[in-house]
């Protein structure tokens, strides 16, 4: 049996998935695929990273900084991509003052691309597109929708992506050290479908497993796994210790199928793969 075979059995109508191995452990390159790489899904959030990706290539540019203001009033973009601006969900109402709570924000990421957009004076599926999506050959990628969630991908470009969250080549590994390390430690907040954390550590535009449970990837994944799921049913994590990536996408909205098929199927990978 191999890595991706229990995705077989899974209640979907369309799964593919991989998993990749870096190059600090193993001998790089995607280890196993499932299904067939080339499909494409809707990400819904798993669009995040992919954003925030694109925000962090225009900080190195010099176009936008962290530190810029951004969002309510005290907020930065730091904030907004750490999810700790206190803007709502679904809007851009204040919630919470800036830096006391986790909000999880789609909105947050809309007001992210505008901002990019503006500064570079380039349409953000565009810049996307240019700073991300090029480099990394994502040629079936595509920005359709709202920043937060609006993303079409398949596993071979996720892939290649979460091979650069593993060796980063797009951001420098200063910058990428710090995206992917706790922002605003020791707030706490919810994440969806899986009720509130104390704390709810996030990166920016990746959330940072620690020690949450329960959780959707592994039990034995470490705490300083990150990574994404999506509404539509799909999920992207990068475990830095293990020195392993894993991309499953499927066309099942997120639910009650998901939590155990999830996380027990990276327990299983994890463990195969010496964890």
């Known amino acids: 049996m191999t890595l991706l075979d229990e995705l077989e059995n899974w209640p979907v109508d369309s799964v593919a998935g991989a998993v990749v191995l870096g190059q600090r452990k193993h001998s790089g390159g995607i280890a196993e695929t499932f299904g067939d790489p080339t499909?494409?899904?809707?990400?819904?959030?798993?669009?995040?990273?992919?954003?925030?990706?694109?925000?962090?290539?225009?900080?190195?540019?010099?176009?936008?900084?962290?530190?810029?203001?951004?969002?309510?009033?005290?907020?930065?973009?730091?904030?907004?991509?750490?999810?700790?601006?206190g803007l709502a969900f679904d809007s851009r109402d204040v919630?919470?003052?800036?830096?006391?709570?986790?909000?999880?924000?789609?909105?947050?990421?809309?007001?992210?691309?505008?901002?990019?957009?503006?500064?570079?004076?380039?349409?953000?599926?565009?810049?996307?597109?240019?700073?991300?999506?090029?480099?990394?050959?994502?040629?079936?990628?595509?920005?359709?929708?709202?920043?937060?969630?609006?993303?079409?991908?398949?596993?071979?470009?996720?892939s290649a992506f979460a091979a650069d969250l593993l060796a980063p080549t797009v951001i420098s590994t200063e910058l990428h050290a710090t995206a992917t390390s706790v922002r605003f430690p020791g707030l706490d907040g919810f994440v969806p479908g899986y009720g509130k954390h104390r704390p709810n550590d996030w990166g920016l535009g990746v959330e940072i497993r620690s020690s949450k449970q329960p959780h959707w990837t592994g039990e034995n994944n470490s705490p300083a796994t990150f990574g994404h799921f999506g509404q539509a049913g799909t999920f992207m994590w990068v475990d830095p210790v293990l020195d392993v990536a894993c991309v499953v996408l499927t066309d099942r909205p997120f639910g009650s199928w998901a939590k155990p098929l999830w996380s027990n199927f990276s327990t299983r990978v994890v463990t195969a793969l010496g964890g």
């Not at 669009?47 to 225009?58: D, I, N, Q, R, S």
């Not at 349409?123 to 920043?147: H, I, K, Q, W």
Request: charged letters at 15%; a negative charge; one cysteine or more.
């Open 39 to 85: 499909a494409v899904f809707e990400l819904a959030s798993v669009t995040k990273p992919l954003v925030a990706h694109a925000v962090l290539v225009a900080v190195e540019e010099g176009a936008v900084e962290l530190g810029d203001a951004a969002g309510p009033p005290g907020a930065t973009i730091e904030h907004l991509l750490a999810h700790a601006s």
């Open 95 to 158: 919630q919470a003052p800036v830096g006391t709570q986790r909000i999880y924000s789609s909105a947050g990421f809309e007001l992210l691309a505008e901002i990019v957009s503006a500064a570079t004076e380039i349409n953000f599926t565009d810049y996307l597109r240019d700073a991300v999506c090029e480099p990394l050959g994502m040629s079936r990628t595509v920005l359709a929708g709202p920043a937060g969630h609006g993303a079409r991908s398949c596993v071979a470009d996720l």
